[in-house]
């Protein structure tokens, strides 16, 4: 069958009968994605204005070779490679015409042969296993999904230790949790390799976390962005929350605001900004009415381009039946905790989810003639 994205016409294939799990149904096209394909072509865009000599672009894992055709459309020269040869077939019809090629490759071992200038790994699962090729193969953008959201956000807690070389923790702003947590993992990935990865837009959407890295080959640069990497101590009691930077944690031995022992650690996780905010408001102005998600990729980019650089968020529901309180409008909760002369922000986390630098102490009294 065919499919028309951003424009752009492909022949696709639909999951297959009987395929319910794993990577063949993944193989071909998945319409869930188009969001993130939509976004990939935006940040391609306003990257192309960042980094003009960027001209390559790789998807590793390009299945039918949806994006990697929107990719080529937009005048990226673009290859598409993918193991299975079913793909590599159809990929290469969807590329013909266009400047693109479609390769039967192992991504591992492509990566580890040259440089792309991009590269965009969106494997099914975890991109860990293809971590060290990517941070190796890539010259400007890392571009990666990760579709295991429960080893990220610590409800599967000892995949996502063995995963990503650190403590998840399961709280209640677990997609930032889980997107932190991948950064963090990348980080330290390409710092291994004297590069200095640093995320320039990200987002995490219903089944899948989603970061743009840039990346430089500067061993100096590489041990700053170490910097950026510390714990969250989060108290399961008052939900309070502090984080620390640095290579060893110092976690509480109970809750300095309640006294609990619930204490939890996570960590090391990306305490740094996970987008740059300027470049995430290009990105949504890159965003054109021949997307078929345009309505809520701008919303998200420009939610995500908003937000507070804390390390985590909080969520009004889950305050405020900790508060025994009706919970009420998002705009009017933000609008009071500013008022009160705070930083506040919303969180494209969740329609519920918001950042600011007052304490749940605080928030409680700025918030509390409101109901
Ligand atoms: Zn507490």
């Given at each position: 069958m065919e499919v028309t994205e951003g424009g752009v016409t492909v022949e696709v294939e639909g999951a297959r009968d009987?395929?319910?799990?794993?990577?063949a149904d993944e193989v071909f096209y998945n319409p869930e994605m188009e969001l993130n394909r939509d976004i990939t072509v935006a940040t391609l865009r306003a990257y192309a204005d960042r980094e003009p000599r960027a001209e390559t672009y790789l998807?590793?894992?390009?299945?039918?070779?949806v994006r990697a055709t929107r990719a080529a459309a937009e005048g990226w020269d673009v290859t598409a490679a993918d193991v299975d040869d079913d793909a590599v077939a159809l990929a290469g019809r969807n590329l013909a015409p266009y400047d693109g090629e479609a390769v039967q490759r192992d991504a591992n071992a492509l990566l580890h042969e040259g440089f792309f200038d991009v590269v965009d790994v969106d494997p099914y699962g975890s991109p860990m296993p293809f971590a060290d090729a990517a941070v190796a193969g890539t010259r400007n953008l890392l571009c990666v999904t990760a579709t295991d959201t429960a080893p990220l956000c610590g409800a599967h807690f000892e995949s996502g230790v063995r995963r990503y070389d650190t403590l998840p923790r399961n709280t209640e702003y677990h997609p930032e949790m889980g997107l932190r947590v991948l950064i963090g993992a990348l980080v330290r990935r390409a710092a291994s390799r004297d590069k200095a990865a640093v995320p320039i837009c990200s987002h995490v959407s219903r089944h899948y976390a989603r970061t743009y890295l840039e990346l430089e080959a500067n061993a100096t640069e590489a041990t700053a962005t170490l910097d950026s990497l510390g714990f969250v101590h989060h108290c399961e009691d008052c939900l309070e929350r502090d984080h620390e930077f640095g290579r060893l944690p110092d976690a509480p031995e109970s809750c300095p605001y309640c006294g609990s022992n619930r204490v939890l650690t996570a960590g090391?996780?990306?305490?740094?900004?996970?987008?740059?905010a300027e470049f995430a408001g290009r990105v949504a102005g890159e965003v054109?009415?021949?997307?078929?998600e345009a309505k809520r990729a701008r919303t998200l980019l420009d939610t995500v381009a908003d937000e507070l650089d804390t390390p985590t968020h909080y969520d009004q529901h889950r305050l405020c039946k900790q508060w025994s309180r009706p919970a009420v409008g998002m705009d009017v909760f933000v609008d009071a905790l500013r008022e009160a002369g705070f930083d506040a922000s919303h969180a494209h986390y969740s329609g519920t989810a918001f950042k600011t630098d007052a304490t749940v102490a605080e928030m409680r009294e700025a918030t509390a003639g409101l109901a």
């Open positions: 009987g395929a319910s799990e794993g990577r998807d590793a894992m390009a299945a039918s070779g090391p996780i990306w305490l740094g900004a996970v987008a740059d054109t009415d021949d997307m078929g």
